[in-house]
């Protein structure tokens, strides 16, 4: 057992969101051309390609119409807002807040009231532009936070009445799927099995994924509630010494690991000849270590987004960033003042999910929900206007 047990086994942290949300339906992807052979440290080509959008609805004067994804976090809520381009789809607004929903809820159960109030007002910004862009679909989820939280639900109904946005908060399961649905095409090609990641603010999903014609086939899944947020918030200790900083970093990763252990005894099998494992991360975490990585000035979703590097190199940024004082970390280009102190937390998980997957590099992925949620909703909206077009034709065919 870990010595800080998940917070969601705390005392009157309650589940929800059991269950698959249905609200939109799936489908399956072309997988993008193959590319040439690559070192490490290219990036994968940004395709992204879906069945169906070339067909979608049109707008006045024959526009594109726009589509939208938002996805409430524990630590962030984003928004983007695209039309169809052929197979493709271009982003034409975006939004990005940390709102720190989350904070506090590892303790209380509940969110807070300053937690909520910086949410609304990130909330009000995304409703804005949902007008102004005149969004014909658009899915809004919230995940971990608005799960666990006793009060969750309350603050949805609030966020329909003050914005008119209908947050759905969707299942861990759920989350697992549009982030690998969102970020699939940037998985490394190979025969071997992969594993593709989510670090989240209140929670991480594990995904386990095999080749299998235009998408990965999920063999096996899981989530725990642990995200950058709640192990900070849960795993408490002094950043003042080294020594203290490195303790707080070895219980993180003690409490992390011993969460993952039912995934990592399933998995154990498929990661025996780890020359052909891959894995693939989607979160602010393995972004950030990125930039890192890279020595980037200022954050480059360009350099990031489909860059490969080598495992070694993002467990020695971790353990570099873990020995840091907060000060020296928020110095950091692509860090500052807003990942300085959940940082730490992000590269125990993430050391963690190489202990228990030790695939040789790691791909990157600037993507996940978000575009998962737009594919879904774009290929749903085609099929729906495909069928309307049969239907139609087979009237006037009768006539």
């Not at 299942?171 to 071997?192: K, M, N, T, W, Y």
Request: charged share 25%; net charge positive.
């Amino acid at each position: 057992m870990a010595d800080n047990p998940p917070p969601d086994m705390i005392k009157g942290h309650g589940k929800r969101g059991g269950g698959s949300s249905g609200k939109v339906a799936d489908f399956r992807y072309k997988r993008p051309p193959r590319p040439e052979p690559r070192s490490v440290g290219t990036r994968k080509p940004r395709a992204l390609t879906a069945e169906g959008p070339s067909f979608a609805p049109k707008g006045p004067a024959g526009s594109r119409q726009a589509y939208a994804a938002l996805d409430l976090g524990t630590n962030n809520c984003r928004l983007l807002i695209a039309r169809p381009s052929g197979e493709n789809f271009t982003v034409i607004d975006a939004f990005s807040r940390v709102v720190r929903l989350g904070e506090g809820l590892a303790m209380n159960g509940q969110l807070s009231d300053q937690a909520m109030e910086r949410t609304m007002a990130a909330l009000h910004v995304c409703a804005e532009k949902l007008r102004r862009r005149h969004v014909r679909l658009a899915r809004s989820v919230a995940t971990e936070a608005c799960r666990r939280a006793s009060n969750g639900a309350q603050f949805i109904e609030r966020v329909r009445e003050e914005t008119g946005i209908a947050l759905d908060i969707i299942s861990a399961q759920e989350e697992a799927r549009l982030a690998v649905l969102g970020c699939h095409v940037l998985l490394e090609d190979g025969p071997g099995p992969a594993v593709i990641f989510d670090i989240g603010g209140g929670s991480t999903e594990l995904v386990l994924v095999e080749p299998s014609g235009a998408v990965p086939r999920i063999i096996d899944w899981m989530s725990v509630p642990y995200g950058v947020v709640s192990l900070s918030d849960t795993v408490g200790g002094s950043d003042d010494e080294l020594a203290a900083r490195q303790e707080r970093y070895a219980r993180m990763k003690h409490a992390v690991l011993s969460a993952f252990e039912p995934f990592a005894q399933r998995v154990r099998a498929f990661a025996r000849d780890r020359s052909t494992i891959r894995l693939l991360g989607t979160s602010g975490t393995v972004t950030t270590l990125a930039s890192v990585h890279l020595g980037l000035p200022q954050y480059d979703r360009q350099a990031v987004d489909g860059l490969i590097v080598h495992s070694s190199a993002m467990r020695d940024i971790s353990a570099r960033l873990s020995s840091m004082s907060p000060a020296e970390r928020q110095a950091l280009p692509c860090i500052g003042d807003d990942r300085a102190s959940l940082v730490v937390a992000g590269c125990a998980i993430l050391e963690s999910i190489l202990d228990i997957w030790p695939a040789p590099t790691l791909g990157v992925a600037d993507r996940g929900i978000r575009e998962g949620i737009l594919r879904s909703l774009i290929a749903a909206d085609a099929q729906g206007e495909r069928s309307r077009a049969e239907i139609l034709a087979a009237r006037g065919d009768a006539k």
